[in-house]
């Protein structure tokens, strides 16, 4: 790739966030391989163990997903046995979510191997510059991008 078409990929904030996603992505998936499962579905059993219960509408607002992309990433969690779905007591139209046994017990697999990811992006980036990273990220994550239509 010519040094300008990767300088120009650099100045768009988007490209630049994609390109570093996608590399600690593979680090994490690498290293939860042994596991069975993919860093996304570690995340997302994760998020299921903290949320106690959650709605599938929860779950999907805290990862900043929509529901039918949630749906597809537990299918095979729930089909793996990790994971299942009931109707909330109070409300039979939300949906809930919660680890099954088997699913805690990966969940803890899963977990050891994540601290390692995690261990070995600190030990590269520095520990401080981990977290101020979260940091800006956390934030950008809770910003408000709805823009008003564009003018014809």
């Known amino acids: 790739m010519p040094q300008d078409a990767f300088t120009a990929l650099s100045l768009c904030n988007n490209a630049t966030l994609r390109r570093a996603t996608r590399k600690l992505g593979q680090l994490y998936d690498d290293v939860l391989a042994a596991s ?3 860093a996304t579905q570690q995340g997302l059993l994760y998020q ?4 106690e219960e959650p709605a599938m509408g929860a779950i999907a607002t805290a ?9 597809h990433t537990l299918k095979p969690l ?3 046995g990790f994971v299942e779905t ?6 039979r139209r939300i949906k809930r979510v919660r680890l099954t046994p088997l699913g805690r ?8 191997l994540w601290r390692v990811a995690q261990q070995r992006f600190e ?3 520095g ?3 981990a977290a101020s990273l979260r940091a800006a990220l956390d934030r950008i994550a809770a910003l408000d991008f709805d823009l008003p239509p564009a003018a014809p």
């Open 36 to 38: 069975g499962l993919k």
């Open 48 to 51: 299921i163990h903290v949320g």
């Open 63 to 71: 990862l900043v997903m929509d529901l039918s992309a949630l749906g």
């Open 78 to 80: 729930i089909r793996d």
């Open 86 to 91: 009931f109707a909330d007591s109070d409300d």
């Open 105 to 112: 017990q990966k969940l803890e697999e899963a977990m050891k």
């Open 123 to 125: 030990d590269m980036v």
């Open 127 to 129: 520990k401080e510059q």
